[in-house]
């Protein structure tokens, strides 16, 4: 399978998944459910425009959160694999397996959530999905989630404070074009050879009727518990972030994807050291 093949794949795992009942987060109901008795009204509008930093929420409190959310959202999906992984009891979208696509929807679910908890904007607009963003944060995120190396990297240097600032002075179509598409794209195949593995694994598991559910459900228990434990500590790594650590990420990312770096590459990091070296208002 080709680089493009791979990652073409991915793209459509994700845009079918996304299409799935539950998989949609309503960022603003989900901020309020979570964080709203515990705000005064103003505050509340902050939470719903900002997200839970800006409205005062502590930076423990937020992990903590989203830890208590992961285990949550673990065991729902340990009891749909269970489901899916009875013989017979699986229904294909397309070509993509039922627990495959079942998977991905948690999996997707979860980092819109963890994302909101962490301050990040709306990833739907009019019942709609950023197919822009899809393309470039969420398969990120799956990226980390997976242990992609180098994802963990580039969702932290891309994702602070200096960084926002740099990007907003580089052309959009070169962002997402030139910069972070290539690293994406990479991602996206990368997460397309660990995807077949596990796939296999559990193919092999519904060879044996009702023993093959309890093995898809383990799977999917251990695996989700990891791959949200790395999407929120990496995430909460972003919430103060130093030029430090900005330097150890882009060490990361040219050590693991050497081949997507190029001048608009360079520029970009460039940018970000210009932001450290401005002087603190």
């Not at 932290?156 to 907003?168: F, G, H, T």
């Not at 130093?242 to 970009?268: H, T, W």
């Amino acid at each position: 399978m080709t680089f493009n093949e791979e990652s073409s794949n991915v793209e459509l795992i994700i845009a079918n998944a996304l299409k799935l009942p539950g998989v949609k987060v309503d960022r603003k109901k989900f901020l309020v459910e979570k964080f709203g008795n515990k705000l005064s009204s103003d505050k509340i509008a902050t939470l719903i425009d900002k997200g839970p930093l800006e409205a005062g929420i502590s930076t423990d409190k937020i992990y903590r959160m989203a830890s208590s959310h992961i285990d949550k959202r673990t065991l729902q999906s340990s009891s749909a694999s269970f489901v899916a992984g009875l013989p017979g009891g699986a229904t294909v979208f397309a070509t993509i397996p039922a627990d495959t696509l079942q998977f991905f929807g948690v999996t997707l679910r979860l980092s819109q959530e963890l994302a909101y908890l962490f301050g990040y904007e709306d990833f739907w607009e009019d019942e709609e999905i950023d197919l822009e963003r899809v393309r470039s944060e969420l398969i990120l995120f799956l990226g980390v989630m997976f242990g992609v190396g180098g994802a963990a990297a580039t969702l932290k240097v891309i994702s602070s404070k200096m960084a926002q600032q740099a990007l907003k002075k580089l052309p959009r179509k070169a962002l997402t074009k030139t910069i972070i598409y290539p690293i994406v794209k990479k991602i996206a195949t990368l997460i397309g050879a660990k995807m077949t593995k596990d796939t296999f694994a559990r193919g092999v598991s519904k060879i044996i009727p009702v023993v093959g559910g309890v093995v898809s459900g383990g799977l999917s228990y251990t695996s989700m518990k990891k791959m949200g434990k790395r999407l929120r500590d990496t995430m909460y790594e972003t919430l103060d972030y130093s030029r430090q650590d900005f330097q150890q990420d882009m060490n990361d990312i040219k050590k693991e994807m050497p081949d997507v770096i190029d001048a608009e590459f360079e520029e970009l990091e460039d940018q970000i050291e210009d932001e450290f070296n401005q002087p603190k208002s």
